[in-house]
């Protein structure tokens, strides 16, 4: 919390190494590290390093293949030589996927493919517990985001967010801005539509990420599911 400026990028490769730094000074003081939240992306980064590149993300791919549409593919790899050079050489300037796929990971990481695909990719010297609190029950689960997400507007969000804008310097593209929550409310403070869709709109992303996050936990060895006794009797 309050490492770095909305505007700045704050990559894998940058949490890794903040992160590491922190155990290390916990470790020094006899006590155990903790990490507490659910970005998987950062957490393998941690874990492995930063040889296994990012999974797709739908909702980039999706942006870039719109500016594919409206701009052409000779300005996306433009784009791509002046933020990774190397992969921008190695991809032919008539290869879509490939350059699309460079400039997804440049944005999902903040990290340039070629350094990402270079790194060998070194373990953390620690041992991880994994553990999974999930509710056991969809319906659960949803309601929970539901009532989280007016928390977050009854504590302040949509007051944070006009702070923000009001400060001048960011822009709806930011990777902070397109975070959860922040993404809906500066499009409902735009005009974009009322604040009953910007609710809406904001719980379905919160259950969306919620099901990405799941299927990447899932996918995560050696992980131990933890469930509350009222979720297991309920389902």
């Known amino acids: ?82 933020v990774d050079p190397v992969a921008a050489a190695r991809i032919h300037p008539n290869d879509p996927q490939r350059t699309l796929r460079a400039l997804e990971v440049w944005e999902v990481t903040g990290e340039p493919l070629s350094g990402l695909q270079a790194d060998a990719g070194q373990p953390m010297p620690y041992r991880a517990l994994k553990l999974v609190r999930a509710p056991a029950s969809r319906e659960i689960l949803h309601q929970r985001i539901n009532d989280r997400f007016l928390q977050m507007l009854a504590q302040g969000l949509a007051a944070e967010v006009r702070g923000l804008v009001a400060g001048g310097g960011l822009h709806p593209e930011l990777p902070s801005m397109r975070s959860v929550g922040y ?53």
Do not use: N
């Not at 739908?58 to 293949?65: N, S």
């Not at 131990?224 to 979720?231: E, G, P, S, T």
């Open 1 to 82: 919390i309050d490492i770095c400026e909305p505007a700045e990028v704050y990559s894998a490769a940058r949490f890794r190494s903040d992160a590491l730094r922190e155990m290390a000074a916990i470790t020094a003081a006899g006590r155990v590290p903790l990490l507490v939240g659910g970005t998987m992306l950062y957490f393998r980064a941690l874990q492995h390093g930063l040889s296994d590149l990012p999974e797709a993300d739908g909702e980039v791919r999706a942006r870039l293949e719109a500016r594919l549409a409206a701009e052409g593919l000779a300005a996306l790899h433009a784009e791509l030589a002046g």
């Open 183 to 235: 993404r809906q409310v500066w499009a409902w403070l735009r005009g974009e539509y009322d604040r009953s869709e910007m609710v809406e709109r904001g719980k379905a992303a919160t259950r969306q990420l919620a099901k990405r996050q799941i299927t990447w936990l899932r996918s995560e060895p050696a992980c131990h599911w933890l469930y509350d006794a009222d979720d297991v009797a309920d389902t």
